[in-house]
């Protein structure tokens, strides 16, 4: 397995809807991250995690949790978000953090309204 | 801090002919490089990376990318492009170094592929 899933594919949510976003892979990757991409702009970083542990948190607004509850699974909870915060999300994994390859899910086109 | 520029937004360029995609990155002691793809409502494929090395560096799809130290540029190519290579065209860099590294993007350059 070579990939990295993220569920789902799309999401509608409304300004005071709870949700989430999930990231998996099963490669053994111990870094993973989580990127914003707004339209036509490219891919900004939010999180890091690096054997399970938060790492790098690029100053993401707290309506924003990451959560690595083990080595193959990413999650990003979603609260009281606003509408400028509909972008594509990105998950990325790779090796470790000092292997320069990262492997990218295909996103969640996320939608508040 | 690390960067990358890409100077050219959109390039227009017809099928079967030569292409460069344009990429320049801030002096360092050490740079590692990416292009990656997008294609439309997708994620991020990686083309090609320069970590150490040869400096002419072969990626999938045809693409190549060449290191220029003295030029700080790391600009992609690909002799003959086909309609299928229409796509959102990122450059990256690796920026900081250890537990703090990071994956860096420039602003992209959209390859459109005309009949």
């Known amino acids: 397995d070579t990939e990295v899933t993220q569920t789902p594919k799309h999401l509608v949510m409304g300004m005071t809807n709870k949700k989430s976003l999930k990231c998996e892979q099963h490669?053994?990757?111990?870094?993973m991250y989580w990127y914003k991409q707004k339209a036509k702009k490219p891919p900004e970083l939010m999180f890091v995690?690096?054997?399970?542990?938060?790492?790098i948190n690029e100053s993401v607004p707290s309506r924003f949790s990451p959560e690595c509850p083990n080595s193959s699974l990413l999650n990003l909870h979603l609260h009281a978000l606003q509408p400028e915060d509909s972008a594509l999300y990105l998950c990325?994994?790779?090796?470790?953090?000092?292997?320069?390859?990262?492997?990218f899910g295909s996103g969640t086109r996320l939608t508040v309204v | 801090a690390q960067s990358v520029t890409q100077l050219d937004s959109q390039v227009p360029v017809f099928e079967e002919a030569p292409v460069e995609l344009r990429c320049n990155y801030s002096s360092s002691v050490s740079v590692y490089l990416f292009w990656y793809v997008q294609y439309p409502n997708q994620g991020l494929q990686l083309l090609l990376k320069y970590l150490s090395g040869s400096t002419l560096v072969k990626g999938i799809n045809g693409f190549e990318a060449e290191f220029n130290k003295s030029q700080t540029s790391f600009h992609l190519r690909k002799p003959s492009v086909h309609i299928s290579d229409t796509a959102e065209y990122f450059c990256?860099?690796?920026?900081?170094?250890?537990?703090?590294?990071?994956?860096?993007f420039g602003t992209g350059t959209l390859l459109a592929v005309q009949p």
């Open positions: 990325a994994s790779s090796r470790d953090r000092d292997y320069y390859g990262y492997t």
């Open positions: 990256a860099v690796i920026a900081g170094g250890g537990a703090t590294n990071k994956l860096i």
């Open positions: 995690y690096s054997y399970e542990k938060l790492s």
């Open positions: 490669m053994g990757h111990r870094a």
